[in-house]
């Protein structure tokens, strides 16, 4: 998977956010919800996954998705900190990148890159905000 910082940034703005969710929207999965046989509450997901044919599932609520549920599928469930882990070790460069573009781009606060690092972690993303700095020590 490469990452597309233009697509990132795009998402990341008011103009562009719109844009970026609705290229994601998945049409037509509802017919698959009542075979799924994960949680009841998010069948709807992984329905919507199937009809994709997408791979990975993100997302924090890994225990509503298990592996029994997954595996007719050929889908993997992972957390946003191991996702983002994965595509740091990926392609280091791009990411360090990307994460030091949205710093720079932060108005009102604006935010240091120690900042930036300490706001991943409380938004649960520990293992990647650790990971970044050591791949950008002495960036603080």
């Known amino acids: ?19 970026a969710i609705q290229a994601t929207l998945v049409e037509n999965y509802e017919s698959l919800v009542p075979a799924m046989t994960n949680d009841p509450k998010d069948r ?4 919507a ?7 990975l599932i993100v997302t924090s609520n890994q225990k509503d998705f298990p592996t029994t549920a997954l595996k007719p599928y ?8 191991d996702f983002l882990l994965d595509q740091l070790n990926l392609d280091p460069s791009t990411v360090v990148r990307i994460a030091e573009e949205v710093v720079a781009d932060m108005r009102n606060p604006t935010i240091t890159w120690n900042g930036y690092l300490e706001g991943l972690a409380r938004a649960g993303l520990p293992l990647c905000a650790t990971e970044l700095e050591k791949r950008t020590a002495g960036v603080g």
């Open 44 to 47: 709807h997901v992984l329905a």
């Open 1 to 19: 998977m490469r990452i597309d910082s233009h697509a990132y940034r795009r998402s990341t703005t008011a103009s562009g956010h719109g844009q």
């Open 74 to 81: 050929d889908v993997a469930v992972r957390s946003p900190d």
């Open 49 to 55: 996954a199937v009809r994709s044919r997408a791979e």
